[in-house]
């Protein structure tokens, strides 16, 4: 409690750390103000079916990460998560597209560049997702709209007012990246997943109180639980192999270069959260033809997977994520260029000859340590299905893993890293008595997840 309270007092004599810290709140709280802010024409006291439908599946994920604006039909209702999505395809079109990977040995003018890009698509899907939203928000909160509304001039104002509300989102992410602490980008979404907590926690315990299921020591072995999840996500993110690599030595003048041995830190979980996303998009395809089809037949064939506490539906879901994982691992980490590279800068992995030899070896030891993280992430995926099973409430079951908790884990580690940096910068001690924190190397899009 001591070094914590010294830790403390030592962030806040840091004038820089400080301001960065105090802008960091301020836009936090312009971003939790403006997800109160209801569209106008419509009613927030007659929202109740819309807040059913974004209670569990994958719109409740998306509520959970817009920090309750979804269900509030807030301005901010879409989020940051069009922009994480533009940026998903524009990194895919980089493995597969030779513009694209030209762009990416620009350096910093073909990043600008594609980050140009990210932003008209990032616009694109806006203009096609806010009317399907507002589409959905006539359905389910058909009285929640005044009666006296025209209905284009609403589908186009709310469009324009959805469409402005996530690029503001996108610059508040990058006005924290630029004045505040760590990524902003992750940081908004950190806010939203953790806006959610105190409700979920507070209901669980209410429940727990009221409805006889074990009481408060129920609860209270939840929370021990919830805190083991949370040490093994940790592990998982930051988990390496270091390659060691050595590079011959250059006497260039009187001085010289090179010599000594670096190394290579492979993630165990290179992929991050992005084969838990993919997975759970084609996991909720058996619900959407469920919602289309008029038959019987075939809603009972596929009934086995909509129930998320099912054991199908999780065996499945575990191993597209598995799945998933190679795949995501194989286009993101390229052995052969890592190869290139090391061989370009007069480097070499102790008795393993440069080149292709290299390359081979960097892909057995990532073929290697990807199958044990690709089950611990299955299983840090499927972990809320077993808190549902055992009578936690499903709001406060998605803290129990899947994407929310990775993102949550990672973002948390990034921001503390940031500041033990600045600590360390300036002669103080950091964060832990031993060792540092270390972050998930980020590159400052959705490639850190």
Same mark, same amino acid.
């Given at each position: 409690?001591?070094?914590?309270?010294?830790?403390?007092?030592?962030?806040?004599?840091?004038? /820089?750390?400080?301001?960065?810290?105090?802008?960091?709140?301020?836009?936090?709280? &312009?971003?939790?103000?403006?997800?109160?802010?209801?569209?106008?024409?419509?009613?927030?006291?007659?929202?109740?079916?819309?807040?059913?439908?974004?209670?569990?599946?994958?719109?409740?994920?998306?509520?959970?990460?817009?920090?309750?604006?979804? +269900?509030? !039909?807030?301005?901010?209702?879409?989020?940051? *998560?069009?922009?994480?999505?533009?940026?998903?395809?524009?990194?895919?079109?980089?493995?597969?597209?030779?513009?694209?990977?030209?762009?990416?040995?620009?350096? %910093?003018?073909?990043?600008?560049?594609?980050?140009?890009?990210?932003?008209?698509?990032?616009?694109? =899907?806006?203009?096609?997702?806010?009317?399907?939203?507002?589409?959905?928000?006539?359905?389910?909160?058909?009285?929640?709209?005044?009666?006296?509304? /025209?209905? $284009?001039?609403?589908?186009?104002?709310?469009?324009?007012?959805?469409? !402005?509300? @996530?690029?503001?989102?996108?610059?508040?992410?990058?006005? #924290? $990246?630029?004045?505040?602490?760590?990524?902003?980008? @992750?940081?908004?979404?950190? =806010?939203?997943?953790?806006?959610?907590?105190?409700?979920?926690?507070?209901?669980?315990?209410?429940?727990?109180?009221?409805?006889?299921?074990?009481?408060?020591?129920?609860?209270?072995?939840?929370?021990?639980?919830?805190?083991?999840?949370?040490?093994?996500?940790?592990?998982?993110?930051?988990?390496?192999?270091?390659?060691?690599?050595?590079?011959?030595?250059?006497?260039?003048?009187?001085?010289?270069?090179?010599?000594?041995?670096?190394? &290579?830190?492979?993630?165990?979980?290179?992929?991050?959260? *992005?084969?838990?996303?993919?997975?759970?998009?084609?996991?909720?395809?058996?619900?959407?033809?469920?919602?289309?089809?008029? +038959?019987? %037949?075939?809603?009972?064939?596929?009934? !086995?997977?909509?129930?998320?506490?099912?054991?199908?539906?999780?065996?499945?879901? !575990?191993?597209?994520?598995?799945?998933?994982?190679?795949?995501?691992?194989? =286009?993101?980490?390229?052995?052969?260029?890592?190869?290139?590279?090391?061989?370009?800068?007069?480097?070499?992995?102790?008795?393993?000859?440069?080149?292709?030899?290299?390359?081979?070896? =960097?892909?057995? #030891? *990532?073929?290697?340590?990807?199958?044990?993280? +690709?089950?611990?992430?299955?299983? #840090?995926? &499927?972990?809320?299905?077993?808190?549902?099973?055992?009578?936690?409430?499903?709001?406060?079951?998605?803290?129990?893993?899947?994407?929310?908790?990775? #993102?949550?884990?990672?973002?948390?580690?990034?921001?503390?890293?940031?500041?033990?940096?600045?600590?360390?910068?300036?002669?103080?001690?950091?964060?832990?008595?031993?060792?540092?924190?270390?972050?998930?190397?980020?590159?400052?899009?959705?490639?850190?997840?």
């Amino acid at each position: 409690m001591r070094k914590a309270i010294e830790t403390l007092k030592n962030i806040w004599k840091i004038e /820089d750390l400080r301001q960065r810290i105090l802008i960091t709140i301020l836009f936090v709280a &312009i971003y939790r103000f403006g997800s109160y802010v209801v569209l106008p024409g419509i009613n927030p006291g007659m929202l109740t079916q819309l807040h059913k439908q974004t209670s569990e599946g994958l719109l409740a994920l998306l509520n959970m990460f817009s920090g309750g604006a979804f +269900s509030n !039909a807030s301005i901010f209702a879409l989020g940051i *998560m069009p922009y994480i999505s533009a940026s998903i395809v524009i990194q895919l079109l980089g493995i597969a597209v030779p513009y694209f990977q030209k762009l990416q040995r620009e350096g %910093e003018s073909g990043r600008r560049k594609m980050n140009q890009y990210t932003r008209y698509l990032t616009i694109a =899907i806006l203009l096609v997702q806010a009317p399907s939203y507002l589409l959905n928000l006539k359905m389910q909160a058909g009285p929640s709209l005044n009666a006296s509304l /025209d209905w $284009t001039l609403f589908m186009i104002t709310s469009t324009i007012i959805l469409a !402005a509300g @996530s690029m503001f989102i996108l610059w508040l992410g990058e006005r #924290i $990246t630029d004045k505040g602490i760590g990524n902003g980008i @992750s940081f908004i979404i950190l =806010i939203g997943i953790i806006a959610r907590l105190p409700q979920s926690l507070f209901q669980e315990l209410i429940s727990r109180m009221t409805d006889k299921t074990g009481g408060l020591i129920m609860f209270l072995f939840e929370i021990v639980f919830l805190l083991l999840v949370i040490a093994a996500a940790i592990l998982l993110v930051q988990g390496t192999r270091k390659i060691p690599v050595q590079y011959a030595k250059r006497i260039v003048g009187n001085k010289q270069y090179g010599g000594a041995r670096q190394y &290579i830190p492979l993630k165990v979980n290179a992929a991050g959260v *992005m084969p838990i996303i993919f997975a759970q998009a084609i996991m909720f395809i058996p619900i959407t033809f469920i919602g289309f089809s008029k +038959s019987n %037949e075939v809603s009972s064939f596929v009934h !086995a997977f909509t129930d998320h506490t099912s054991f199908w539906y999780n065996f499945v879901f !575990a191993v597209m994520i598995i799945l998933f994982t190679y795949f995501y691992t194989a =286009i993101t980490i390229n052995p052969t260029q890592m190869a290139e590279d090391m061989k370009r800068n007069n480097g070499f992995i102790p008795g393993i000859k440069p080149g292709k030899k290299t390359a081979e070896y =960097i892909d057995d #030891i *990532m073929s290697r340590i990807t199958l044990p993280g +690709s089950f611990f992430l299955a299983l #840090i995926a &499927i972990m809320p299905a077993f808190a549902g099973i055992f009578g936690v409430k499903t709001e406060f079951a998605q803290f129990f893993g899947g994407t929310s908790l990775l #993102i949550l884990v990672g973002v948390v580690l990034d921001t503390l890293q940031q500041v033990e940096s600045h600590l360390l910068m300036r002669h103080y001690d950091g964060l832990l008595k031993s060792g540092r924190i270390k972050g998930r190397a980020s590159t400052g899009n959705v490639a850190a997840y």
